[in-house]
């Protein structure tokens, strides 16, 4: 289905689909450009054909969204706790204002 590109219908499914078939990319450490013409199928059989297991597209989705959630929470950790490292820097290196004190 062809998507309108001045329109927004349709198009946060699309990048969801694309985020999640780029974590495949790269969780089979495959070529990004290869995957213009491998399908999700495709996928799923060498994914099945190297461990032996049986596996199914929807197991794929599931297993390249968890995939997708880890790294969003490791990123939001690792930002978080360099932001606080940065502002608890600040306070033991800037040089304390002089304050004075106002009679009421």
Known sequence: MPIDRYGYEGKAQMVADLQLSYVAFDSII?????GFGITQQDFVDAIAAITGWPFTADE????CQRIWSLTRLFNVRRVLRERTIRCLRGFSTRPRPKARARAG
């Open 30 to 34: 495959g070529c990004a450009f290869g």
């Open 60 to 63: 794929l989705k599931a297993t």
